[in-house]
Structures are given as structure tokens and as C-alpha cells.
């Protein structure tokens, strides 16, 4: 930078000298050709000097352009350094979710019951040990018409207890099947709902049913049956179909069966609440063929 400097000052110097002698009488320059030649040379160094200036403000440009380059490049990398290493962290988290879903589904619990008998005592068992909810979808098809024996006097009882005990007990029936026929064990059931929310004999009760018109459902709607114990369990307890009466004790799968229940309990009518009858006068008429039944 120095040097410029000094090339710029004998640039002018020699231009000024030069100016000189076309006005005053210069010993060492007395011809005019001399005197041109000098100014000419004077007007070249500087020349030069702009010249080199402008090299060095373009160098410093270029130098400055190649540190931003350089600075818009490595944060271009550290973002994409950045991004691969959400997106690992996200695929990571993806992978052990998916395992975890795995692990519990392949983890489940799985008992095929042997016969009724069993299946009976466990499913008793099993709603006189609820902590706080079952809900009982009891709506299977069948294919002779349901003139049963009433229900077990001990299931009833494990039910009442439960609800009484207030465990939430929630029941979605269907009465109906194909050509109009009835399941007088489900009709039975709920007339003894019925006559102890009558009573008031069930004050504190958390026993709740509600059930589904077949022709508004649809007679082919495929329907089954299943009871969740504490969120935590599923029994399969219909035959209907030559279906298989099992458990499941799988905390994933008793969630898509929970999400399941919730809709059908909204969609469906509403017959007693909380021990309280909410529609007695459809009760009654769902319950008269049973009184038909005696004559």
C-alpha cells in the first residue's frame, strides 16, 4: 500500500514538473519534446496507480464476496447437518414407536377358554374384580330364536354388585334378529335392570344399558360381541358364528376396542342411566313380549 502511494506522488511530481516547464524556464528540461515526454510519463504512473487501486478494491471485493460465499456455505451445511439430524432423531423415534407397538402386540396375553363352564366362572370372576368400568357389548346375531332359560341368578348378581359397588357398568343391547325374531334372555336381563331401578333398590348404582332397533342398524350389520374389563382386557363371550369364546389382555388392542365401544354407546338409545330409568316407556315395550310369553 505504501509503494502505491509513492508511485502516485512521482506521478504528479513528474506532472507537475513537467506543467512546469511550459511556464517557467527549467534548466534539465529545456526542449519541449522533454517536457511532453515527462508529462506523458507522469500521466502513465498514475494511470498505473488507478489501475493497481482498482485491482486491489477488486481483490478485496472478491475476497469479501468468497468469505460470505464461504459463510452462506457453511450455514447451508450446518442447517442440512441440522435437518439430517431431526429427521434421524424423528426416524429414531418413528422406529421405537413402531417397535413399541410391535412389542406390545406380540407381547399380548391370549386364553382360549376350554368349554362354557370355565368360560362362565372367568367371566364372573372377572366382572366381581372390575376396579372402575366394564362395558358389555351384547349384541351377537343368533340363529334360533332365544327362548332360553332366564339368565344365571349369579351373573345378575356379579353385575348388581359391580354397579352397586360403583364400578361403571355400561350394556349395549340388541333384542332383535333376522325376520323379527327375539333373545328372551336378553329381554329377561334387562327386565331384571328394570324392576331393580323400579324398586330403587339400586341407589348408588352405576349399571347402564342402552340398545340398537335391528332394522335401524341393519339386519347383515356384522356385529361382535366382546366385554372390556378395567380397559385393560377383552373377553369374547358369544358363540354366535361358531366363533371362538377367548381373552385378550393387550392395553394397544383393548384401545382400539375402548374407541369402538364409545361410538356404538353414542349412537345407541339410552334405557337406564346410573340405576335411573331414562326411558321406561320403551322399556316397556321392549319387555312385553315377555309378558306375552306367559299367557
Request: hydrophobic share 35%.
Amino acid at each position: 500500500m505504501k509503494s502505491n502511494h509513492i508511485s502516485l506522488a512521482w506521478g504528479i511530481l513528474t506532472i507537475g514538473i513537467s506543467m512546469l516547464g511550459f511556464f517557467w524556464k527549467l534548466d534539465f528540461i529545456e526542449s519541449n519534446s522533454n517536457k511532453i515526454i515527462l508529462f506523458l510519463f507522469g500521466v502513465l504512473i498514475v494511470l498505473i496507480w488507478f489501475n493497481n487501486k482498482n485491482e486491489i478494491e477488486r481483490d478485496k471485493i472478491k475476497e469479501e464476496l468468497d468469505k460470505k460465499r464461504n459463510e452462506i456455505e457453511i450455514e447451508r451445511d450446518k442447517k442440512h447437518e441440522e435437518r439430517e439430524h431431526i429427521r434421524d432423531i424423528n426416524e429414531q423415534a418413528r422406529q421405537k414407536k413402531t417397535f413399541d407397538i410391535l412389542y406390545r402386540l406380540t407381547n399380548a396375553i391370549v386364553e382360549i377358554f376350554p368349554n362354557s363352564e370355565y368360560h362362565n366362572r372367568y367371566y364372573e370372576f372377572k366382572i366381581s374384580t372390575a376396579n372402575h368400568k366394564v362395558d358389555d357389548l351384547t349384541w351377537a346375531t343368533f340363529d334360533k330364536e332365544g327362548k332360553l332359560d332366564a339368565p344365571r341368578p349369579k351373573y345378575l348378581e356379579k353385575i348388581q354388585m359391580a354397579a352397586d359397588g360403583g364400578v361403571n357398568y355400561d350394556e349395549i343391547f340388541i333384542f332383535q334378529n333376522k325376520d323379527s325374531k327375539l333373545h328372551y334372555d336378553r329381554l329377561k336381563k334387562l327386565k331384571y335392570h328394570y324392576n331393580k331401578a323400579k324398586k330403587h333398590m339400586r341407589t348408588t348404582s352405576r349399571y347402564s344399558c342402552s340398545y340398537f332397533a335391528i332394522d335401524e342398524l341393519g339386519f347383515d350389520f356384522p356385529r361382535i360381541q366382546f366385554t372390556l374389563i378395567d380397559n385393560d382386557e377383552i373377553l369374547f363371550t358369544s358363540s354366535a358364528n361358531n366363533n371362538e369364546k377367548f381373552r385378550i389382555k393387550n392395553s394397544q388392542l383393548t384401545k382400539v376396542f375402548k374407541n369402538y365401544y364409545e361410538q356404538a354407546w353414542s349412537l345407541s338409545e339410552k334405557l337406564i342411566v346410573n340405576g335411573e330409568i331414562e326411558n321406561e316407556d320403551k322399556i316397556l315395550e321392549l319387555i312385553k313380549p315377555l309378558e306375552n310369553e306367559k299367557k
